[in-house]
């Protein structure tokens, strides 16, 4: 598809019908595959739920790229509210896919546009964000957006 | 002071008496200086109204650990609802600080161990964090902790 298909493309937040694409979205990638489930008609009651509780929290946001009537991207932010840097608010982006079709034609720069909008808007002084060693592509897409890779980012899984 | 010494370390969910300690605790660090308000006896209001919004969201926690009445270290948990990993719930911590005098002596490792437990009860199936790369000794504390650095720490300034 050329750039020019992505005229059309709508950044917005998301619904709950948008749910199954989005797992889909998150499921097509080979890091995440190991861990999610199999994206099919029926969407698990888990990820309805987690939904469920995005949508409630005023401070959580998933945010969706649609394009033709389709989703082909996505994201998560949570402004997260912090004593350090003088009770400064931060967003934080989580879950960043765009369709592999897609790719490479300034959808994931939109969304990250968006999301900086949305950021600021709510008195957001910093954007933060994680991306796992091994998407190379993903950490120089970040940083061509400004984002510094200051910070080791670590997990413990508790299962 | 002997690692006895800390027999008597409580940890406990923060209260608004606590914030200039906290701010203090945050401040003793020579990266964060560059960027907090000075310690006093005033706290800025900034600093009080961003504790305000943490106690006011049932997925924000400022802790604190507590020795013969002093706040000797803090940190910030925030629950994060995700539609990745099966809609898994996530425990972020930030703002991780020791007392400099007591730091070496299992203080820190006292307080994380009460954070896991804190994540798990409330079905945290992973904890995560990110350590700015000059904070060598930190990052080997997490690995200790059984963190691994799998991701890149990205930052981006709204500011």
Not at 1 to 16: H, K, S, Y
Not at 53 to 62: M, R, T
Not at 123 to 136: F, N, P, S, W, Y
């Given at each position: 598809?050329?750039?020019?298909?992505?005229?059309?493309?709508?950044?917005?937040?998301?619904?709950?019908r948008d749910v199954p694409a989005v797992v889909a979205l998150i499921y097509d990638?080979?890091?995440a595959a190991?861990r999610e489930s199999v994206p099919g008609a029926d969407v698990d009651a888990a990820y309805l739920?987690?939904?469920?509780?995005?949508?409630?929290?005023?401070?959580?946001?998933?945010?969706?790229?649609?394009?033709?009537?389709?989703v082909?991207?996505?994201?998560?932010?949570?402004?997260?509210?912090?004593?350090?840097?003088?009770?400064?608010?931060?967003?934080?982006?989580?879950?960043?896919?765009?369709?592999?079709?897609?790719?490479?034609?300034?959808?994931?720069?939109?969304?990250?546009?968006?999301?900086?909008?949305?950021?600021?808007?709510?008195?957001?002084?910093?954007?933060?964000?994680?991306?796992?060693?091994?998407?190379?592509?993903?950490?120089?897409?970040?940083?061509?957006?400004?984002?510094?890779?200051?910070?080791?980012?670590?997990?413990?899984?508790?299962?």
């Open positions: 598809m050329p750039a020019e298909g992505l005229a059309g493309l709508v950044i917005r937040a998301a619904t709950q990638d080979d890091i190991a739920a987690a939904f469920q509780q995005i949508a409630a929290n005023p401070d959580d946001l998933l945010v969706v790229g649609e394009l033709d009537g389709r082909v991207a996505c994201a998560q932010v949570t402004l997260l509210h912090h004593l350090s840097r003088r009770g400064g608010t931060r967003a934080q982006v989580e879950s960043v896919r765009v369709d592999a079709a897609l790719r490479g034609q300034g959808a994931g720069g939109r969304l990250m546009s968006w999301i900086e909008g949305y950021a600021r808007d709510r008195g957001a002084a910093l954007i933060q964000l994680t991306t796992d060693k091994r998407r190379v592509e993903a950490r120089r897409f970040y940083e061509r957006l400004g984002f510094v890779a200051s910070h080791e980012g670590m997990k413990r899984s508790l299962r």
